[in-house]
């Protein structure tokens, strides 16, 4: 069934279309819920009450974008609420911290070199703020002023979050001896 199929047998209230779509894209979403919500319950509530949004609101799905794109928005709001339902986010805003400069400072990491797993699972360590920051921003590729308008925070605060997010993970990456020595090793294998 082509996707344009899939779509259209959703709207129609096919059960077995509706099923094939969560099916397929679910197990994804469900990581991004678990990357923003920080445990598995808030996660599992996030995946539900996202697709339930997908399905009550597919119908403005306009094909301008991919539909995976679509869902993933639906299911990052739906992540957002959940966090806020619990009252776990919160943010400093960068007029009130004096010690958060504007450029980074910390040490320059390539990333690719580095198992993706494990920094995820660093990046699952950070505050709830920090980690939703990142995630929008570095993960997920928002704009500031695209995570200060969901968020209802202004564009410095969500900089100076993401300033302290990756400083933190730095640290964390620094001090992982599983990473580090991983780099060590990449690093002398490509200059040989």
């Not at 344009?4 to 197990?27: M, P, V």
């Not at 990142?134 to 993960?139: C, D, K, L, R, Y």
């Amino acid at each position: 069934m082509s996707e344009e199929q899939l779509i259209k047998s959703c709207l129609n209230k096919n059960r077995e279309a509706q099923k094939l779509l969560y099916d397929t894209y679910s197990g994804q979403m469900y990581s991004i819920c678990l990357r923003y919500c920080g445990e598995r319950a808030s996660a599992a509530d996030a995946l539900q009450n996202g697709f339930i949004n997908v399905f009550q609101n597919l119908n403005t799905f306009n094909n301008t974008g991919s539909l995976i794109g679509w869902i993933r928005k639906v299911l990052i709001n739906a992540s957002l609420k959940e966090i806020r339902k619990r009252k776990r986010i919160s943010f400093l805003d960068l007029e009130a911290v004096s010690d958060v400069k504007e450029s980074s400072e910390g040490i320059d990491l390539p990333f690719d070199n580095y198992n993706y797993k494990r920094i995820i699972a660093l990046v699952d360590t950070l505050p709830v703020g920090y980690r939703t920051i990142f995630s929008m921003s570095v993960i997920d590729e928002l704009s500031h002023k695209e995570i200060s308008e969901v968020l209802d925070i202004s564009v410095n605060t969500s900089r100076s979050q993401l300033l302290r997010a990756r400083n933190m993970l730095q640290n964390l990456i620094m001090n992982d001896s599983y990473l580090t020595k991983e780099y060590s090793l990449k690093s002398k294998i490509h200059t040989s």
